[in-house]
């Protein structure tokens, strides 16, 4: 029998970020979504902890940040159950599950967590690594000419004596006014096509960024989405992510291997969504005295329950899919069929157990006296940035049927 259960040293990490999203993130959930663009203060005082308990080598809460960490102590438990090892990915992917359960917009505000620092765990040098290892990390691919295709980059970076001049405009860059770092993604050569872009690391005080405005949103309120203007933007020449050479033959394929590290962690998002939305639906069906039985058939039951039973599947399988993406990231297998997988599972799911949750609860779950309805608006998200559901199913078509990018689109 396999057995799902978590290894000891991960419980306890996931364990310590619910603990934060019970205790923190909830009693704050509501009047960050009301206060749009507001600062979260109450993050500082938990960044504080993250960053105590990263130097005292424990794992570190929210956990956008995936990467390369070695879990040669991971226990032998963990060994047996999970496969050969647990690294950074899972951590980060449970702990950012944990934590949007608590609230999602906050866990994306979470300092010296963004979705940059998975980027640049994913293919910084060492030397990088400990550059960048504790910066806060957004990360800028969108422009306003395109989204889903992100070989379409036109910001351009031209390497002059020791410096990289970037020049171009970012659009909807997720804790983008916050940050202390992000990774900009340009092209070096734009005749050259997608082989050309490379991510580059832009520090905040970086001559030429700036910050053009906010948007306002329908969720993740407490997350700031901002435009970034990249003007003549001077960067040091060691600041590109990778290899600065240009290979034809590769693609972007070194880019692009930042979201086999990213896309789970947002799988993983939707996956905590979900199991909070299940949870409070539980709580007001059995209220309204409809039982929820794992013994009888789900057409046998109250039909608010067969529901809940559908959607409980589908959140155990969108959950075990951002696993398993996650565990082979971290035992390096290529991962890019199941990243897409679980960020397509889980990204649907979130979106359909949140609003049916609204659905079945009535007006309890559409008024503002639960958080069902600021769930349902949150989830969205999770189904449409670091790839959309319909982008997802294509790369798993394309992987599945041996298909390029030109052959299939
Ligand atoms: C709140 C928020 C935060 C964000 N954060 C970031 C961030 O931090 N960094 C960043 O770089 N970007 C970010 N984005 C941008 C996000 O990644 C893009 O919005 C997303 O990739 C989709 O691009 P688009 O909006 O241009 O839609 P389009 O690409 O124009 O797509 C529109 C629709 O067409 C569908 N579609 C497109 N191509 C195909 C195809 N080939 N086959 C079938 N259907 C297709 C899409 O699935 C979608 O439904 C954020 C966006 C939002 C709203």
Redesign the pocket.
């Known amino acids: 029998m396999i057995n799902l259960e978590l290894p000891k040293k991960l419980r306890a990490s996931a364990n310590q970020a619910h603990q934060v999203a019970t205790e923190i993130f909830r009693p704050i959930s509501r009047k960050y979504d009301l206060a749009e663009h507001e600062y979260p203060v109450e993050l500082d005082t938990m960044a504080a902890m993250v960053e105590g308990l990263a130097d005292s080598g424990t794992q570190k809460i929210g956990g956008a940040a995936g990467g390369r960490e070695d879990d040669s102590e991971s226990d032998a438990h963990a060994t047996e159950l999970l496969g050969n090892s647990n690294g950074g990915n899972m951590s980060a992917l449970l702990n950012a599950l944990e934590t949007s359960w608590g609230d999602v917009g906050l866990m994306l505000s979470i300092p010296y967590q963004g979705?940059g620092n998975a980027a640049i765990a994913a293919v910084a040098t060492d030397e990088q690594l400990k550059r960048f290892g504790k910066v806060w990390a957004?990360?800028?691919?969108?422009e306003p000419s395109?989204?889903?295709?992100?070989a379409a980059v036109t910001t351009t970076a031209v390497l002059d004596g020791d410096e990289w001049v970037l020049n171009g405009e970012?659009?909807?860059?997720?804790?983008?006014q916050r940050s202390t770092h992000i990774v900009v993604?340009a092209s070096v050569d734009r005749s050259l096509g997608r082989a050309a872009i490379k991510s580059f690391v832009v520090p905040r005080d970086a001559p030429g960024l700036s910050v053009a405005r906010l948007?306002h949103?329908l969720g993740?309120k407490a997350?700031d989405?901002a435009v970034l203007l990249l003007q003549d933007c001077r960067i040091p020449k060691d600041n590109i992510l990778g290899s600065p050479e240009v290979n034809v033959e590769k693609g972007f394929a070194g880019v692009m291997q930042t979201f086999d590290n990213t896309r789970p962690l947002v799988a993983a998002m939707a996956v905590g969504v979900a199991r909070a939305a299940l949870e409070e639906l539980r709580a007001i069906l059995t209220d309204a005295g409809v039982e929820i039985s794992y013994d009888i058939p789900p057409n046998n039951q109250h039909a608010a329950a067969a529901e809940f039973l559908r959607m409980e599947a589908d959140y155990e399988a969108a959950y075990l899919l951002s696993l398993r993406a996650a565990w082979m990231a971290d035992n390096k297998k290529p991962n890019s069929l199941e990243a897409s997988m679980s960020k397509a599972k889980a990204g649907r799911t979130g979106t359909d157990v949140s609003l049916k949750a609204v659905e079945l609860a009535g007006a309890i779950g559409y008024s503002q006296r639960t958080l069902l309805e600021k769930w349902g608006r949150d989830s969205k998200?999770l189904d449409?940035?670091?790839?959309?559901?319909?982008?997802q199913q294509?790369i798993v078509a394309r992987r599945i049927l041996g298909k390029t990018s030109a052959e299939l689109?």
């Open positions: 979705l957004s990360m800028a691919i969108t395109f989204g889903s295709d992100s970012k659009i909807f860059v997720t804790a983008g993604w948007e949103k993740i997350s989405t998200i449409i940035f670091e790839g959309t559901q319909q982008i294509l689109k």
